[in-house]
Structures are given as C-alpha cells and as structure tokens.
C-alpha cells in the first residue's frame, strides 16, 4: 500500500505485480527523490541488512520498478508475511518511504500438555500435529496439526478429547513455541465382536484368543496386536494363509464403547514337504520364505526351490535340480507342497581359472569372488550356479568401473576335471573390450567455487579411465562438498559426448548450479533448564557469519548427544523455504533425568578352598548374600560432569 500526504492509505500491489497505473495513488510520487527510508514492524532482522538488499537508494528518484523488485526481494526472504510500502511527501519535491514489515513465525517447542496415559505417548503425539522445527507457521498448519491430534487420539479410544491450541511467539528470534492442551476425557472400551468368515473356533474362543474381550481398552495397539495374535495362533498349526482383519468399527457415544466386526479365515494347512533328500525343518523353513511371508504363491515357491538348489550345491551337489508341485486335500483341510529334489552325482571344486584378463590380474579379480575350490575347510569347495552368475556380475562391475564399458564375464563349468570322475573346474572367460578414457574434462557455472578446487574433490581428469559410476560418484562428492560450503541448493548434470571411437574416448563436461549462498546468521539453543549454555555452546562446530555446513551441522548434534545430557537433540534450520542469505541455526535440546538409581539384591556361592592353603578341607560350599545400590547425578551442577556412588 502507499500513503497519500494525510496520510490516507491505499493498496499496493502484490510482490509479483506489473507497475501501478497512473491512476494509483503511488503515481504521484513517481519520479520524486528518495528522502528517506525506514522500516517498521521487524524486531529480529538487521535493518542495515534489510536496506543493503534493496534496489531504492535515498537520494534517487522513486522508481516503480525498483520499488516493485525491493518488495519482492523481502518478500521471498520468507521472514515477512506482509510488505507493505506508505509513502509521504516531504517538502520541497521529495518523498519518504516506510516500508511496514509483518513478521512470520516458526515453529520452536512442540509441547503436550495433559497427554493421556499411553497409548499414544507424548511423541506420538508430537508427530502427530506434523509440525516441523523451523518450517513456517500458519493457521492452517496449526489446524491441520490439531485434526490429525484428534484422529490419533480417537484412533486410540479418546473419542470425547478436547484439543486447546496455545501459541507462544517470540518476536526476537520469530521462533514461536506450540503449546497442545488436551483433555482427554474418559476412554473408550470394548464393545460387542463380531465374528465372520471360517475361523475355525467359536466366536467366543476367537474373542479370547484376541484378548479382545469387552470391558478393556479399546486402542489402535490393542486391535493390532489382537489380530496379530489370531495370525500366530494359526502360523502355530502351519496355517500360512491365514487373515485376519478388522472390517468394521462402530463407536457408540451414549455407552463409549467400540464394537467391532473381524474377518477371520483360517486357511488350509500347508505341509512342505522334500522328496529325494533331507533337510532339517528349521533349514526348510529358513530357505523356503512361504513361512516368513505367511503366504503361498508361486513366486515365493520358485525362491525357495532356488534356494534349496543352493544349498545343494554348495554341499557338493553341483548338478542338483529342483522342482515344486502343490496338491489340495479338501476333505482333510490340507495343502501340499513338494519339493522334488534330484541330487545327482557329489562334486568338488577342485580348480578356478580366469582367461582373457590383461587389465586386472587373477589375484585382483579373486579378491572380488566368493566361489573357492576345496581345501581344508571347504570339502567340497564353494559353487553354486547363482554364485558363479554374481562372480561375473562382479567382475563385470570391476571393470565397468574402469572404463570397460563393453567387458563381459562368461562362467564355463567343466565336470570330470583330468579325468576324475566328480572333479569340477570352473573358467571365468573375460573379454575385456576396450577401455574408454578422459580426453577433455572441465567445469561450467562454479562462478564462487574456483575449478581446481572442485578438482581436488573428484575422481576425473584428462587420461583417466571413464565410467557411469565414476561420474555418479563424483556427482555425490561435488554435492556434498558444496552443501558443506553453504550451496543448499546446489545442482549437477553431466555432459559426454564421443570424441573418438577407436580408441574410445568422450569428452566430458560437469555443469554446476550454484544457487544462493547461505551463512549462519544466529544459532538458537533452547530447552535449558539445568544445563550451563556454555556447556552447550562448546560443542558448536559452526559460528555466525560462516557459510552453512551440513558435516557442521551433523557434527555439532552428535557432540552434543555424546555428552550423554540430552534424551533429544532436533536440530533445524530457521526459514527452510525463504531465500534470505542468512539463516538462524535451531537446536531443540530435550534434558536427560538428573537422577538414576540402580539396585540389585542376590547369592554368591563358592565351592573349595582357597589356592594354597592345603590344610583348608576341601569340597565346602559357601553362600554369600549381595546387595547393591547405585546412585548416579548427571549435569552436576549444570555443567557436563558426573556424580556417581556405588556400593
């Protein structure tokens, strides 16, 4: 808005418009000389700071356009909701501004008073509201906060809880404490269940079975755990396809109660069963995963026949071949699954060869491979047709990874080794290719951060070997590395393009996207009560005025968990959104319990005597009783230092 010489308020346009019309009260004042500037309604922003970022000068003409921009640019700092400009004649033929701010807030404490007894517990409450520390505060975050508070508190049978929202701003540091009151009232029990679908007991045992009897708390965790207690029971009797689901809940206002209908079908039992050779049941069930899914298909079915496969084959049995078929037993409530096992004859691994490597030697490429020819504590060696496949998978990435973009790895099982009936050798066949190198290699858009320094943080240069995975590597290191200088949103992409086909080489180009620069304006510690603030601040790995570092950030939280004070340490960053060049630090800190006794009451019994003492009989048994009490003060006298007492 602007103000007429009365003054007399008008409306402004908003941060993105056009220029005003003529017509706007604003136009009469277009082209005067800028007399003064001030601000109003910012208590945590630097005023000098505020003005250095402004297009309008005192002592220029008041242009449209740049008076347009300056709102604009404090605008999307994030740390205004409003910006308005009043303007006002000033004689002979000037003009003063006053550019009026209105602050935003965000969010500091999350606090819960009168949380009921778990469940929920106080964090589950606190993530409930979904309110993060540091993001921007608005009415309809706080109103979405409450609703899902109140969802989670009927979801756990607080259906008549009453939910306050108390906001405690802070003007200096626009951080604003978010305060919950709930009364929970009386919580509501277990009505009538309803049983449908084949569960094979009566409705009353599965009730009970459930622990869902009516009268008890009617929580989220009670009905999850009640069906999770059905799913055991059946799993017991091998019941893997078993379901259990509740598929409706009624609340009844007048009695609090809630009444709830399960579906309960208690499947066939499934019987797994191996023909043509043994494997202990706890073996089965580990390789065939029907029982960890509790579910039987196909594809589950087909993993667990690979997996027998496997097992064989590492036991010697390289030629192993396995099979499933199911069968049904209506009348019996049965299903069968059968694993046809054909072992065939016993190998041994007596020899591994790699042909065609030139790059890597057979020791390099060993390193990188699990299969083992027998020795002493390997009988029959280590081979497996999926362990040879991921050996030359390995391999392959090997030399992927050095520039071989072409390379292929081809495992060759050659049985009767020499003439032995049941010797086995295995070749690794690897056609290496040509290898593609570096021939150009640079930098575009790093305008803050020279290119020999950025070349210090990767891997690529001119003449060295080429790879996807070198780049995606590089991409990781510059990221970080710029995250770590205060580039939050710094961006990458890479270029190649072929420079020659024989030999293979590309010309590769790294284009970075800076963005804004941000540095650490205040670090805002809260949650003290007992603890020194220098204790606190000791531990800061960032001062203001530095640019803002991820590693520093981490790294102060982790110092600061080391201390062993703190149950909770939430660290954020002030404005996340905004596009201020200086942003406050948040550490939330949440003080451990100063006080911790530990006891323990029990026997010591000895046998014998005492080491040379001949004379002493031996064989006598004595009982001694033990008692012990501890006592350990933490944040002793608010500073990081411990108090402990023993007996």
Do not use: C
């Not at 008041?62 to 909701?81: A, E, H």
């Not at 701010?101 to 999350?110: C, H, P, Q, R």
């Not at 021939?439 to 070997?465: V, Y």
């Not at 060049?581 to 026997?603: D, M």
């Amino acid at each position: 808005s602007a103000q007429a010489p009365n003054p007399q308020p008008t409306d402004a346009p908003p941060p993105a418009a056009a220029d005003a019309p003529p017509t706007s009260p604003l136009a009469g004042y277009l082209g005067l000389k800028i007399h003064e500037i001030q601000f109003r309604g910012s208590t945590s922003m630097d005023e000098q700071r505020m003005r250095a970022s402004l297009r309008l000068r005192e002592g220029d003409p008041l242009d449209q356009g740049k008076l347009r921009d300056s709102i604009q640019t404090l605008y999307n700092t994030g740390f205004f909701q409003n910006v308005d400009v009043e303007a006002e004649r000033v004689p002979p033929d000037q003009v003063g501004l006053v550019i009026a701010l209105t602050e935003n807030f965000f969010v500091g404490a999350v606090n819960m008073q009168g949380a009921p007894k778990p469940p929920p517990t106080t964090g589950q409450l606190v993530n409930a509201s979904k309110l993060e520390l540091g993001e921007l505060i608005t009415d309809e975050k706080l109103q979405t906060g409450r609703d899902s508070l109140e969802e989670t508190l009927t979801a756990n049978g607080y259906h008549k809880a009453g939910i306050e929202v108390h906001k405690a701003p802070n003007p200096e540091t626009q951080q604003m404490d978010v305060g919950f009151l709930i009364s929970p009232g009386p919580i509501a029990r277990v009505g009538k269940v309803k049983v449908n679908g084949d569960a094979g007991y009566p409705e009353k045992q599965v009730v009970e079975i459930a622990h869902l009897q009516p009268g008890r708390r009617a929580t989220l965790g009670r009905t999850t755990a009640a069906l999770e207690r059905l799913r055991k029971k059946y799993q017991k009797q091998n019941r893997l396809e078993a379901q259990a689901a509740v598929t409706e809940k009624n609340y009844d206002p007048a009695n609090n109660t809630e009444s709830y209908v399960l579906n309960v079908d208690r499947g066939p039992v499934v019987e797994i069963r191996l023909n043509g050779a043994k494997l202990r049941k706890g073996k089965l069930k580990k390789y065939v995963p029907v029982y960890e899914e509790n579910a039987v298909d196909a594809d589950l079915l087909a993993e667990g026949a690979r997996n027998i496969r496997d097992y064989f084959q590492t036991k010697g049995f390289f030629d192993v071949r396995v099979d499933f078929r199911e069968e049904d037993d209506l009348a019996h409530d049965r299903r069968y699954v059968i694993f046809n096992v054909n072992k065939g004859q016993r190998h041994k691994l007596v020899a591994i060869e790699l042909q065609g490597n030139k790059y890597f030697s057979t020791d390099e490429l060993r390193d990188h491979m699990v299969l083992q020819p027998s020795n002493m504590l390997l009988r029959h060696g280590r081979y497996s047709q999926t362990l040879a496949a991921r050996d030359a998978e390995s391999i392959e990435n090997l030399y992927a990874s050095n520039g071989f973009q072409d390379v292929h790895v081809q495992p060759e099982a050659i049985d009767d080794f020499k003439g032995v009936k049941g010797h086995m050798k295995v070749i690794f066949h690897v056609n290496e290719g040509e290898q593609t190198q570096v021939a150009t290699f640079q930098f575009e858009g790093n305008e803050q951060i020279p290119a020999d320094t950025l070349r210090g943080q990767i891997n690529t240069s001119e003449g060295q070997p080429f790879s996807d995975s070198g780049v995606a590597s590089d991409r990781e290191a510059l990221l970080s590395y710029y995250f770590n200088q205060g580039f939050p949103n710094a961006q990458f992409a890479s270029n190649v393009q072929q420079a020659s086909l024989h030999p293979p080489r590309v010309n590769v180009t790294y284009r970075i996207k800076e963005g804004e620069r941000v540095f650490v304006d205040q670090i805002l510690i809260s949650g003290l009560h007992y603890t020194h603030r220098p204790v606190v601040e000791r531990q800061l790995q960032m001062r203001a005025g530095e640019p803002l570092s991820q590693n520093a950030v981490l790294d102060t939280q982790r110092r600061l968990y080391d201390l062993g004070l703190f149950n909770e340490v939430n660290v954020a960053v002030q404005n996340p959104e905004g596009m201020a060049p200086e942003k406050n630090v948040i550490f939330q800190l949440e003080e451990a319990k100063r006080w911790t006794f530990s006891y323990g009451i029990g026997l010591e019994v000895q046998t014998g005597g005492e080491p040379g003492l001949p004379t002493q009989p031996q064989g006598r048994t004595g009982v001694s009783p033990r008692v012990s009490f501890d006592v350990t003060r933490i944040n002793l006298g608010g500073r990081d230092q411990t108090l402990l007492f023993k007996s």
